[in-house]
Nanobody
């Protein structure tokens, strides 16, 4: 069993940056695919970014087209923490952001149904 706790959300202006954190409890932190999703009011939960485990100190990151070049997902295995660095934020990035983990660390996963564990979410509001 894995428990996830997100933090770092808040209210920012367009063009600002935020870094979300996801602290994980449980064993074998490195042996999961880690992902970030978001859900805006009235919309479905959508994929933002994910990070596969390829091997020792090697990961593979991939992103939704809407955030590519602005967001960066990373992991710190020593701290059992996954991060989402969000730069050049736009009003359309406003949503509740969720951290998620999938048991298979090697496969590319973009659908919420492909992830096994979820955090409670942290709210991000981008507004002037």
């Amino acid at each position: 069993q894995v428990q996830l706790v997100e933090s770092g959300g808040g209210l920012v202006q367009p063009g600002d940056s935020l870094r979300l954190s996801c602290a994980a409890s449980g064993r074998a932190f490195s042996r999961y695919t880690w992902g970030w999703f978001r859900q805006a009011p009235g919309k479905e939960r959508e994929f933002v970014a994910a990070n596969n485990w390829i091997g020792v100190n090697t990961t593979y990151a991939y992103y939704a087209d809407s955030v590519k070049g602005r967001f960066t997902i990373s992991r710190d295995n020593a701290k059992n923490t996954v991060y989402l660095q969000m730069d050049s934020l736009k009003p359309e990035d406003t949503a509740v952001y969720y951290c998620a983990a999938a048991n298979n660390p090697y496969e590319v996963r973009r659908r919420p149904s492909e992830f096994d564990y979820w955090g409670q979410g942290t709210e991000v509001t981008v507004s002037s």
